[in-house]
């Protein structure tokens, strides 16, 4: 016979600080509401730390740009298919000594909760053709994946991309950008929750069904 008991179990959850109080900047989208806190209008001011200003006058700043990106895998590296890609390891998003202490323990909970809006407003501004997801062992990695190919812009040399026209140049330097802004976006939004939530344990019940032995009377 199954019967429903309770499992005692220690998680990790944020917690917002005593600096901190969730109030929705105006014009963003409540807490609760499968939103973030901060809301989309909060990151209209998010600073370039992946994004770079490019001509889209010149061919060649272009090509420099697609060509030097940062690249990774899109699914597996064994399947060597790559795309575009930015790097967001603890030690590579020019933290505090003391935010980076603060960003290990926020690993262990929920925190992407509050960054997925981020990555829901870029897809769906892509009318759903491109969006972005983690890779890597540890989720260290952003990349921006499209919806009818395994890659975006995989092996193509330098010289391949001075065979595109300058509108087809100019329209794949301005996803790439959207997608360097929308990281910074979620770098943001990640140094805002180390700055003003903190890390707390709690021990919650969780229903467990187990089997048990029930004899009759006889």
Same mark, same amino acid.
């Given at each position: 016979?199954? $019967?429903?008991?309770?499992?005692?179990?220690?998680?990790?959850?944020r917690?917002?600080?005593? !600096?901190?109080?969730?109030?929705t900047?105006?014009?963003?989208h409540?807490?609760?509401?499968?939103? *973030?806190?901060?809301?989309? *209008? +909060?990151?209209?001011?998010a600073?370039?730390f992946? &994004?770079?200003?490019?001509d889209?006058?010149?061919?060649?700043?272009?090509?420099?740009?697609?060509?030097?990106?940062y690249? #990774? /895998?899109? @699914?597996?590296s064994?399947? %060597?298919?790559? *795309? +575009?890609?930015?790097?967001?390891?603890?030690? #590579?998003?020019?933290?505090? %000594?003391?935010?980076?202490?603060?960003? /290990?323990?926020m690993?262990?909970?929920?925190?992407?909760d &509050?960054l997925?809006?981020i990555?829901?407003?870029?897809?769906s501004?892509?009318?759903g053709q #491109?969006?972005i997801?983690?890779?890597?062992?540890?989720?260290? /990695?952003?990349?921006? /994946?499209?919806?009818?190919?395994?890659?975006?812009?995989?092996?193509?040399?330098?010289?391949e991309?001075?065979d595109?026209?300058?509108?087809?140049? !100019?329209?794949r330097? &301005?996803?790439?950008? %959207?997608?360097?802004?929308?990281?910074? &976006?979620?770098?943001?939004a990640?140094?805002n929750?180390?700055?003003?939530?903190?890390?707390v344990?709690?021990?919650? @019940? $969780?229903?467990?069904?187990?089997k !048990?032995?029930?004899?009759s009377?006889?």
């Amino acid at each position: 016979m199954k $019967v429903a008991g309770l499992l005692k179990q220690t998680v990790k959850r944020r917690h917002p600080g005593n !600096r901190m109080s969730f109030k929705t900047p105006p014009g963003a989208h409540a807490p609760g509401k499968g939103r *973030s806190v901060f809301g989309p *209008s +909060y990151f209209l001011e998010a600073k370039m730390f992946f &994004e770079q200003k490019i001509d889209l006058r010149s061919k060649r700043a272009m090509v420099n740009f697609l060509d030097g990106h940062y690249r #990774y /895998y899109t @699914m597996n590296s064994w399947n %060597r298919t790559t *795309s +575009y890609a930015n790097r967001v390891k603890i030690p #590579y998003l020019g933290l505090t %000594r003391e935010q980076a202490s603060r960003a /290990y323990d926020m690993l262990d909970t929920d925190y992407w909760d &509050e960054l997925q809006p981020i990555i829901d407003d870029f897809t769906s501004e892509m009318k759903g053709q #491109y969006t972005i997801a983690t890779n890597g062992r540890s989720g260290g /990695y952003l990349v921006l /994946y499209s919806k009818v190919a395994s890659g975006i812009d995989d092996g193509l040399s330098r010289d391949e991309f001075m065979d595109w026209s300058m509108s087809d140049l !100019r329209d794949r330097v &301005e996803l790439v950008c %959207r997608f360097d802004r929308a990281s910074d &976006e979620i770098r943001d939004a990640f140094i805002n929750l180390l700055d003003n939530c903190k890390v707390v344990e709690e021990t919650v @019940m $969780v229903p467990k069904t187990v089997k !048990r032995i029930v004899c009759s009377t006889a």
